[in-house]
């Protein structure tokens, strides 16, 4: 599946703007601050619900306006493939609105898998050398985007987790005093349901990153200009052993350890007020042959991990059934010529790349003359397609302006 149409309202630093796109090789050039990554994002939140960039919706709305509209349409793989059009409707503070084919949604998550994405930015150091949570949010995106109904399955385990620490903060907060003759038998019942979705996230994470690895270690070994394997190893707040990583786990076995686990920790969580079992507790060890990538990697081998866990996450997606856009924000200026050029050989067969560049010369020239692809110039909040010319501002939303929007917001690049 690919784009063939984005239409922004008041995203980010776009007051209003068209984009007519299509399948192979889409490259937006133009300096910093121009809003080049604001239309990456847009895609990516079509897809994904997220922002690579921020973690709430509040900055992906333009200064001054109350709510943000980012509409796409898109083309199904194949010559009889579907014509969809999405649209996400942001209001930061209340429930955002999704549709298809202008029909509304119940939930906007419901619109999860209709695109899917694998976007690959100068943030995504941070899962290589940044904290767990880094690591943990990479796995459960990839998650997600293979089954979208886990994002369902995430959002109750936030929920749950958060009650769940509400109560145990109010146990330590009576350590001292006569104990609440309700609080332990509620404490079971958060113990029961916590359980019941963390052994299912768990299980879609091992999964996951047992299927994903393969990939990761072969697109490795294609960028970097050394022979060392990329491996990972899932850590755990449980107790694992005996649970063979080659093979699927028992969701209904984890859940037991899970519960275990829990019952074990109890006593240091009542005294500490807050749930240290679960998901939100793991982690992912990344090593470069024999030594941990965090504190051991250069920045050339950090960045080049970085890349293979994205390409080795669009290749798992592929062998799924799935035809993912590959977005490339912002990362060719990064690499060394030999990774470039690594990369780009690695990318021509993806059905839509979108590239980002403030330097055309950055992007190496098989991409930049790769068949059915097309150039933008991204410029003070307008988008110029090179070949043909043309500003792409026609055709607006209702009660949309056709001014090209200022570009000294806030936060884009």
Do not use: C
């Amino acid at each position: 599946m690919f784009v063939t149409h984005l239409s922004l309202v008041d995203f980010r630093s776009y007051a209003a703007v068209d984009v007519a796109m299509g399948a192979g090789v889409m490259l937006f050039v133009g300096s910093n601050g121009q809003g080049k990554t604001n239309l990456v994002e847009a895609v990516e939140y079509l897809s994904s619900l997220s922002s690579h960039r921020v973690s709430s919706d509040t900055p992906l709305v333009r200064a001054g306006s109350g709510q943000a509209l980012v509409r796409g349409r898109v083309q199904a793989s194949g010559q009889d493939g579907r014509n969809l059009l999405l649209e996400v409707e942001i209001n930061p503070g209340r429930a955002n609105r999704a549709r298809i084919n202008k029909a509304p949604l119940t939930r906007a998550r419901d619109v999860l898998g209709v695109l899917r994405t694998v976007v690959f930015s100068p943030e995504d150091l941070a899962i290589v050398k940044g904290d767990p949570v880094d690591r943990r949010n990479f796995l459960d995106g990839l998650v997600v985007t293979r089954w979208p109904r886990m994002a369902g399955v995430r959002s109750d385990y936030d929920r749950i987790l958060k009650q769940r620490n509400t109560l145990l903060k109010s146990l330590a907060g009576r350590l001292h005093r006569a104990p609440d003759p309700d609080a332990l038998p509620t404490l079971d019942v958060w113990d029961q349901q916590l359980s019941v979705v963390a052994a299912e996230l768990l299980a879609a994470r091992l999964d996951t990153l047992r299927e994903v690895m393969p990939h990761v270690s072969d697109a490795y070994a294609a960028i970097a200009p050394v022979n060392n394997e990329a491996r990972a190893e899932y850590r755990a707040s449980i107790d694992l052993t005996g649970v063979d990583p080659r093979q699927s786990a028992s969701i209904e076995e984890l859940q037991q350890r899970v519960l275990a686990a829990m019952d074990e920790k109890r006593g240091d969580e009542m005294r500490r007020g807050v749930s240290l079992v679960g998901p939100h507790r793991d982690d992912v060890s990344l090593s470069i042959g024999e030594l941990p990538a965090k504190g051991y990697a250069s920045h050339g081998e950090a960045w080049s991990l970085a890349l293979a866990l994205r390409l080795g996450s669009y290749a798992l997606l592929r062998a799924d059934g799935v035809e993912p856009v590959l977005v490339l924000d912002d990362v060719f200026a990064e690499l060394d010529v030999q990774r470039r050029e690594r990369l780009a050989a690695r990318i021509l067969e993806a059905e839509q790349v979108i590239i980002t560049a403030a330097v055309v010369s950055d992007v190496p020239e098989q991409l930049q003359q790769a068949h059915g692809g097309q150039r933008f110039t991204v410029n003070a909040g307008t988008v110029v397609a090179d070949e043909p010319a043309g500003t792409f501002v026609a055709d607006q939303p209702a009660g949309a302006s056709a001014t090209p929007a200022p570009t000294g917001e806030r936060n884009h690049r």
